[in-house]
């Protein structure tokens, strides 16, 4: 398994033999130099894909909450989320 995009900021990847791991792509500053760049950074390892996709749903991984004002908004959000999962799911559950 090759990394699975889930967003353009989130993705799942095989780490080794045993372990997936959800990344999330972040600005990081590297302390010695004060450099920022960006990079993928490991977020949480699962023993597979399925696993992996039910942690991004219970830490509401996909949920911008920055941005959502409402409970309204959070339903429809947490709505997305789901359908984002299941789609990852169905087009990647050959390989798990």
Do not use: C, H
């Amino acid at each position: 398994m090759g990394a699975i995009q889930i967003t353009e900021n989130i993705r799942v990847r095989r780490k080794d033999k045993l372990n997936v791991v959800v990344e999330i792509l972040q600005t990081v500053t590297n302390p010695k130099t004060k450099e920022r760049r960006t990079e993928w950074v490991e977020n949480g390892f699962y023993r597979n894909l399925r696993q992996a996709l039910q942690g991004l749903r219970t830490k509401d991984g996909l949920i911008p909450y920055e941005d959502l004002k409402t409970v309204e908004e959070y339903l429809r959000a947490l709505k997305t989320q789901d359908q984002i999962i299941a789609k990852v799911w169905e087009e990647n559950a050959d390989v798990v």
